[in-house]
């Protein structure tokens, strides 16, 4: 009896221990929340609670043992040692300090401290032996959260033994009533195994000087990685006062892929890295922090003051448990060439504003002659006009004579756009395509509205969309193509969207996409489950601040993150965001039928980013015109206008070196220019090329994007394809493609289309003389017998029946002839059989059908509802 309770009772354990192992993380960590909230106020001395959390988990209080700084810039340390031998993993952390009295805390991992006192000066050290960074706090940042199966391993034979805390207690004026402080961090450990173990990689600059008044100053910071893969997953920066920004990136064959980027005078939290980026054996890490001298007297060195500086870079990562390394350090520059290639967003400071300075400074210089106020004046002139308009202005104006060089290159060859008629994408099962982009692979993204469309029953007169009803678009709305096979890479946006519109791919890969349903903008990353970022408000039409009405398109400034949006069909303004999405400055208004002034919409459909130039453009659709604006100000800079565009101009996009390229919408009843896509040239808005499928024809071509080395894919909502063209050499075989486009302002296309239109390829030539010498065989036989007939019967009948054979054999020539009698007509002949093509002998039709078909119909079922039509009423998409 007594072993079977024996036994009962080690599976009732077993059972219990399993059932841990099972239970939600963040239920255990709320529980050591509630447990552990009591004791932040008090002083706990040498006896360090150890909190149960469990059979496998607990909680471990880390605080200064009440302690009171004498004086400014003083580093204090404490340790506590692990409360068993056994191998744990930590897997949170919760801090308990305020930058009112801490500028900054570090938590080590090592086997022996450097005292074994309650508390000691740091500048004896932290530990005798190596240690290990765990942890991180300064200016009241927010807890660090490690990922799920994540976790700092520390005890058995290969963790540290010991926790040392290091407290920097900056400025000491908030001692002044003798208090004693009780700072610190609690921990969250498990003896549960995690499959992967992190680890802290710190990124050092320990030379570097700032000459007084120096308006930017870089510190490079780069070292080759020679270990196993490690994978990064939160970033951490920090500098004192006079640092503006940091950066850290992975380089890899060249491409500079960012870790993070962040203000140090914003809270020094752990950040997300946003996109996790991977490490792999001789990539190389590498950052940068720009400060700037301006107000100091004398030269500022890397220390530990407050008026020293420091450029810290904390990547934190993991890696499989077997390979786990748990610190390493990057304190050289390995390849100072290499910073020629940096990311111009490295020297572009995040903007923050002036209540968060003044809320983050953690600590205070002591200097008599200047206040809060004019320090944070200071930072503002630091922040505002010193880097942000120098780097900016540097940058754009390198990136013009760069443009232009291009642009004149480009310009100088002669090519041709038409369709590449091989790429299989034209036969993809799409539902209305609304958006087209290029990621940073130059893969070809679709964005489109699976089995919801856009119709004269989606919205009511106030424009709150009306079929909520039937939920979000159950298909994947996003998909990722090569472009080169039209293969499917990639999809999701999967039961997020309800009318998806603007598409665009900011630099990072991110998705930037507009929902005229849901009057929003959002920011996806590469997987697109969660926005990362959410402007407007969901269902609800606006035109405050806080809303948009049917927002059309998003693009994102490359250089300094700026966000601009197109609202839209009820509203007519660009919206300028800041990288963070806070409301900057709108521009533009309503446009009335026949007064179309600059700055003023009749739907702004379409956003193209002109970098190079610093500059905007719109594609104004109902105007039928593209307007440009200067970024920074959102004054007009041109418009580009021509005859051929016809009264909408659907979508415009931008190709570095000075190509524009743009698509129209369908002719209104009894106007004549055709739907087609044109090139043009940014600087002088001249139309330099036009182009038309060979394949279907366009319906409502609705978006274009274009790379630099002149692809360009043109998506259409009505005829729910996508449609692909490239760059060919300027011939008379293709001009027949664009003979009904007549440029007024091209000389060199007007030319172009007087030409014959019959030389074809060398291979289409040779099947032209081989078919027409088989064709002429039977027809001199035919004659040869027709003339043997007629000697027969003038020699048996006589001359009275000349008359009757002239007729007869007439009769028969006319007929291959064809109406009219003008000669053989091949194209005629040819075109009957399935699937020749007629080109070289007719010219091809522009017209599309679909659009007659319709009006016969009734229906524009497939077609997207103007938000005020004027007659005839434009079509919307």
């Known amino acids: 009896m007594a072993g079977l309770v024996n036994n009962l009772l080690i599976l009732l354990l077993l059972f219990q221990n399993i059932c841990l192992g099972f239970r939600s993380p963040l239920s255990i960590f709320k529980r050591y929340k509630d447990t552990t909230r009591s004791l932040s106020s008090e002083c706990l001395g040498s006896e360090q609670p150890v909190i149960s959390l469990g059979l496998s988990d607990f909680a471990l209080d880390i605080r200064m043992p009440g302690v009171t700084p004498k004086q400014s810039d003083t580093y204090l340390c404490m340790s506590v040692r692990l409360p068993m031998d056994d191998e744990a993993y930590v897997v949170d952390f919760k801090p308990h300090a305020s930058m009112d009295t801490v500028h900054h805390m570090l938590l080590f991992g090592c086997n022996e401290p450097s005292s074994t006192e309650n508390y000691w000066d740091c500048d004896e050290g932290t530990c005798r032996d190596k240690s290990n960074i765990l942890y991180a706090w300064a200016r009241n940042a927010p807890p660090t959260r490690l990922p799920k199966g994540v976790g700092f391993r520390v005890g058995g034979e290969t963790g540290g033994r010991y926790f040392v805390l290091q407290v920097h207690y900056g400025d000491i004026s908030a001692f002044r009533d003798k208090h004693k402080d009780c700072s610190g961090v609690t921990l969250h450990l498990t003896h549960q195994k995690q499959p992967l173990i992190a680890g802290m990689y710190l990124m050092m600059s320990v030379n570097t000087v700032i000459p007084p008044g120096e308006k930017v100053v870089d510190a490079d910071i780069a070292c080759h990685y020679k270990r196993f893969p490690m994978h990064l997953f939160a970033y951490r920066v920090h500098t004192h006062r006079l640092g503006k920004v940091v950066s850290g990136y992975r380089v890899r064959n060249g491409q500079w892929t960012l870790i993070g980027r962040q203000s140090p005078q914003l809270p020094q939290a752990f950040y997300p890295v946003e996109h996790p980026v991977d490490v792999s054996y001789d990539d190389i890490l ?18 530990g003051t407050a008026n020293d500086e420091m450029c810290n870079f904390y990547i934190m990562y993991y890696m499989e448990a077997k390979h786990a390394v748990s610190y390493m350090t990057c304190t050289q520059n390995a390849n100072p060439e290499m910073f020629r290639n940096i990311p111009q967003e490295a020297n572009i400071p995040v903007p923050i504003k002036s209540d968060m300075l003044k809320m983050t400074h953690g600590h205070h210089e002591e200097t ?3 206040d809060t106020s004019s320090l944070l004046q200071q930072a503002k002139k630091e922040e505002e006009e010193i880097l942000d308009q120098e780097t900016k202005d540097g940058d754009r104006s390198s990136l013009l004579q760069q443009a232009k060089k291009e642009e004149k290159e480009i310009l100088d060859q002669d090519f041709h756009i038409e369709e590449a008629v091989e790429w299989p994408g034209l036969d993809l099962k799409l539902g209305q395509v609304s958006g087209l982009a290029l990621d940073p692979e130059n893969n070809l993204v679709i964005f489109h509205r699976g089995d919801h469309v856009w119709d004269e029953n989606s919205f009511d007169s106030k424009f709150v969309y009306q079929q909520r009803g039937l939920g979000p678009i159950e298909q994947n709305t996003i998909l990722v193509l090569n472009p080169s096979n039209a293969k ?53 039409p606006g035109s405050d601040k806080n809303h948009f009405c049917q927002p059309t398109d998003v693009v994102v400034d490359p250089i300094t993150g700026s966000i601009y949006v197109s609202d839209g069909y009820c509203n007519s303004r660009i919206i300028q965001f800041s990288p963070d999405g806070l409301y900057v400055m709108q521009w533009g208004e309503e446009s009335f039928l026949g007064r179309s002034r600059p700055g003023q919409f009749h739907i702004p459909h379409s956003l193209a980013l002109i970098p190079d130039f610093s500059q905007l453009c719109v594609a104004d659709r109902e105007n039928g015109r593209i307007q440009c604006f200067r970024l920074e100000t959102g004054e007009f800079t041109r418009e580009i206008k021509h005859k051929s565009f016809g009264r909408e101009l659907f979508a415009v996009s931008y190709v570095p070196g000075g190509l524009l390229f743009a698509v129209n919408g369908m002719p209104y009843p009894g106007e004549a220019e055709p739907v ?16 038309i499928p060979l394949r279907k024809s366009f319906e409502m071509p609705h978006d274009i994007v274009a790379s630099e080395d002149r ?90 029946e000349e008359h009757k054979l002239d007729s007869s054999s007439g009769r028969i020539l006319g007929r291959l002839r064809g109406k009219g009698g003008g000669g053989i007509n091949l194209g005629n002949f040819f075109a009957s059989h399935k699937g020749y093509s007629r080109k070289g002998f007719d010219r091809l039709s522009t017209e599309g059908s679909d659009q007659e078909k319709d009006e016969d119909d009734g229906t524009d079922s497939e077609e997207e509802c103007s938000a005020s039509p004027p007659p005839p009423a434009p079509s919307s998409s």
Request: proline share 3%.
């Open 286 to 303: 590498a950052a940068r922090c720009v400060f700037s001298g301006e107000g100091r007297t004398t030269e500022t060195h890397i220390g």
């Open 368 to 370: 008599k002659d200047s």
């Open 488 to 540: 499917l890479l990639h999809s999701t946006g999967k039961s997020l969207f309800y009318l998806p519109h603007g598409l665009s791919i900011d630099k990072n890969g991110n998705y930037w996409v507009t929902d005229v349903a849901l009057h929003q903008v959002f920011k996806l990353g590469t997987e697109g489950k969660e926005p990362l970022l959410t402007l407007g408000v969901a269902l609800q």
């Open 676 to 691: 087609q896509g044109f090139v043009m040239n940014f600087s002088t808005g001249e139309i330099i090329d036009f182009f």
């Open 711 to 800: 692809t360009v894919f043109v998506g259409d909502v009505h005829a729910r394809a996508v449609w692909k063209f490239a760059s060919t050499e300027k011939s008379e075989a293709v001009a027949e493609a664009r003979l009904k486009n007549k440029p007024e302002s091209t000389h060199s296309l007007k030319d172009a289309d007087k030409q014959p239109l019959v030389q074809q390829a060398s291979s289409t030539g040779v099947s032209f003389v081989l078919i027409t010498t088989l064709l002429i065989i039977p027809v001199v036989v035919l004659l040869a017998i027709l003339i043997f007939i007629r000697w027969r019967k003038t020699t048996v009948y006589g001359a009275d």
